[in-house]
């Protein structure tokens, strides 16, 4: 059922849309090499293949999983050969990410003298897997994700193609099976179609009808797509931080679930929860980090699915209770007046003397013990290096439990600066 021309496809409305540029150069025979990025079953071959038939160009695939250098080597050489024939050839790549960088420069100076005109097909972000030399060279495009809708119209034409399709059959199916195969695909056209031929052999025993109990056992293991190492899997993760971070717990709880049951790792999960607990919570509830090690442990101990839950309840937590980064902010402030200072030398007032000559050299002199004074602080001696003087880093938050230790720190540092400039009077 691959679609033999431009208005066959289905999906792809924006970048094929009779206006696009893209349209106009494929039928103008007008091809340029470029890069195809999109989900699984979206028309990356099939758009190639297209191109190929626009172009007059000999149709040439190789996979990056199955070839290697010297096939690719022999491939471009065959694309010379029929270059100085006066034939062009279209140079399909599939799964182009899995080339390393020597494989994929190979490419360039056959792309250069036009020898071949290169499609390379991805379900990874270009910018992270190609090198930019091949980049340079191509044009990306981002084909998306197939909607329900548009997999419908492949499904029924499918159906009603007796040449290529399953029309001989004279199948029958409701219209909400349609549907429900079309959700299942998640996208995936390629897959809907699996999926409908493999209800219609099901089907053949059962008088040519595609019943829901049927349907229930072709769609009983279905799962949603997800890449444990890819961009899709960062996207993910990065929704359930910012979720968490935005106080809306409903879309935290949906995310995560989104990456549980892709098979994401609970314990990857665990830990970033973890950290959201320290970067974005911190002080503001510190109630959230303790909260955050006892699900990881719920989990370590209950295992899936049930510690699921404890994972569910925390991200609900955290996405509902107070935030400040506060304690971050300070974290690497300290840090990078670390790299700046270098190593400056303790003061001598807060230096440890336990011995005699230490005591001689002025260790310890002049210390102030702060149970002593009135108040409880000495307020007049420094805790930082003499060329640094006194540092801010930490800067409360008016929210949660960090609003009183605001008021607190603001009063204290306050006064601090006053005992420092009365000792300078």
């Known amino acids: 059922m691959r679609p033999r021309t431009l208005d066959e496809m289905v999906g792809q409305r924006r970048l094929l849309a009779e206006a696009s540029a893209l ?30 038939q626009h172009a007059d160009a000999q149709f040439v695939a190789i996979s990056a999983v199955l070839s290697g250098l010297p096939q690719v080597r022999e491939v471009l050489a065959q694309a010379q050969a ?4 006066g034939q062009r050839t279209l140079l399909f790549v599939d799964e182009v990410h899995r080339f390393n960088k020597v494989q994929q420069d190979a490419f360039l100076p056959h792309i250069e003298r036009g020898t071949i005109v290169f499609v390379g097909a991805t379900t990874e972000n270009p910018s992270f897997e190609l090198n930019s030399a091949l980049l340079s060279r191509c044009r990306v ?14 499904l029924r034409q ?8 399953l029309g001989e059959r004279g199948l029958q199916i409701a219209a909400a099976a349609l549907n429900e195969i079309a959700s299942a695909a998640d996208g995936d056209v390629r897959r809907a179609l699996t999926l409908l031929e493999i209800a219609a052999d099901i089907a053949v025993g059962e008088g040519g009808v595609i019943t829901e109990a049927t349907l229930h056992q072709v769609l009983a293991d279905r799962t949603r797509r997800f890449d444990k190492g890819g961009e899709q899997f960062y996207d993910q993760i990065s929704a359930l931080h910012k979720s968490v971070r ?6 935290a709880v949906y995310w995560l679930a989104r990456m549980l049951d892709g098979g994401a790792d609970p314990a990857y999960l665990a830990r970033r929860l973890t950290r959201m607990a320290v970067e974005d919570i911190g002080l503001a509830d510190p109630r959230a980090l303790q909260m955050a090690i006892d699900a990881w442990d719920t989990f370590d101990r209950l295992g899936s699915p049930e510690g699921e839950l404890a994972l569910a309840q925390l991200t609900l937590y955290l996405a509902s209770t107070a935030k400040s980064n506060a304690a971050y902010k ?22 440890n003397a336990p011995t005699k000559l230490m005591k001689q050299l002025g260790y310890g002199n002049d210390y102030q013990y702060d149970h002593d004074v009135d108040g409880g602080v000495a307020l007049g001696q420094t805790g930082f290096p003499d060329a640094m003087g006194e540092r801010v880093y930490y800067d409360p938050v008016g929210r949660g439990m960090e609003g009183k230790l605001k008021e607190k720190l ?11 400039g009365e000792r300078k009077a």
């Not at 994700?145 to 119209?153: E, G, K, R, T, Y």
Request: glycine content about 8%; some cysteine.
């Open 141 to 154: 495009h981002v084909l998306e994700s197939v909607s329900a809708d548009d997999i419908v119209l492949a």
């Open 82 to 85: 029929r270059f100085d024939a």
């Open 246 to 251: 935005s106080s809306n717990p409903d879309a």
């Open 410 to 420: 603001d009063a204290l540092r306050a006064a601090r600066a006053q005992a420092r």
């Open 330 to 351: 300070a974290w690497n402030a300290a840090r990078a007046d670390v790299r700046e200072y270098g190593t400056q030398p303790v003061p001598m007032h807060i230096r």
């Open 158 to 165: 499918a159906l009603t193609d007796g040449e290529r399709g």
């Open 23 to 52: 349209r106009r150069a494929i039928q103008a025979g007008r091809v340029h090499s470029m890069v195809l990025w999109g989900p699984p079953g979206c028309g990356k071959t099939t758009l190639a293949l297209l191109l190929a």
